[in-house]
């Protein structure tokens, strides 16, 4: 089944602990990208990676930082998480960037407390 | 950059009756315009897309129609069912852009 898997789905954790949010695809996409989804703001990329070893920011990249070293993998880190990182978080991977069907995954549920 | 504005934040219907949600773009250049449902507890997935090449393209009970002119499009869900309750996202990107801007997200209910 093609999919692509988040984990975890919720993390609570405290100011200043570094975490990461694991993200895989089994679709063999070349595109994949991190983004936040808060109330009233819609869904915002924070990040993206166009293949192996390359990345970019994307709007929202303040406090985040990813890496791409395998095509199926592309982890997302929060090096010292603040309150405001308190989000929902999903990962996408498509075929062709911002003109093709982006494919999510299930969403994690971030606390910063 | 593309700026995508999505109208109405919440849209109760009875069951049966239609549903219309509705966007604004601001970037000329954008031709892709992707529609996402997510349910409760799970990632945007999409629904049915639109190419600037096409002014109107239906999949049974929900159609998108797209006016380049006037920058906005729209999506219609007819015959709604209990199960079309979820919050829905319009987006907009063009070709050689890595990423999709979304809107705000419309929040249906379909009340039986």
């Known amino acids: 089944e093609a999919q692509v898997t988040q984990n975890p789905r919720y993390l609570i954790t405290v100011t200043g602990k570094k975490l990461t949010v694991t993200c895989s695809q089994n679709?063999?996409?070349?595109?994949m990208s991190w983004y936040r989804q808060d109330p009233g703001l819609g869904l915002r990329q924070i990040y993206y990676?166009?293949?192996?070893?390359?990345?970019d920011k994307g709007d929202v990249p303040e406090g985040y930082k990813v890496s791409r070293k395998e095509k199926r993998n592309f982890p997302l880190i929060l090096e010292s998480p603040s309150p405001n990182q308190t989000s929902l978080y999903f990962c996408?991977?498509?075929?062709?960037?911002?003109?093709?069907?982006?494919?999510f995954g299930q969403g994690t549920r971030l606390t910063v407390v | 950059g593309e700026n995508v504005e999505q109208h109405p934040s919440t849209l109760s219907v009875q069951e049966g009756d239609s549903a219309v949600i509705k966007c604004t773009y601001s970037?000329?250049?954008?031709?892709?315009f992707p529609w996402y449902k997510q349910e409760l507890g799970k990632g945007p997935q999409l629904i049915i897309d639109?190419?600037?090449?096409?002014g109107e393209k239906k999949d049974q009970r929900i159609a998108v129609t797209l006016n380049k002119t006037a920058k906005h499009f729209s999506l219609h869900i007819t015959e709604t069912q209990p199960e079309d309750s979820a919050v829905y996202f319009c987006?907009?990107?063009?070709?050689?852009?890595?990423?999709?801007?979304f809107g705000s997200g419309t929040r249906l209910q379909v009340q039986p």
């Open positions: 987006a907009a990107s063009s070709t050689g852009r890595r990423a999709l801007t």
């Open positions: 639109i190419r600037s090449n096409v």
């Open positions: 970037d000329s250049a954008s031709n892709y």
């Open positions: 990676s166009m293949n192996v070893e390359v990345t």
């Open positions: 679709m063999n996409h070349e595109y």
């Open positions: 996408a991977s498509s075929l062709g960037g911002g003109v093709t069907e982006a494919f």
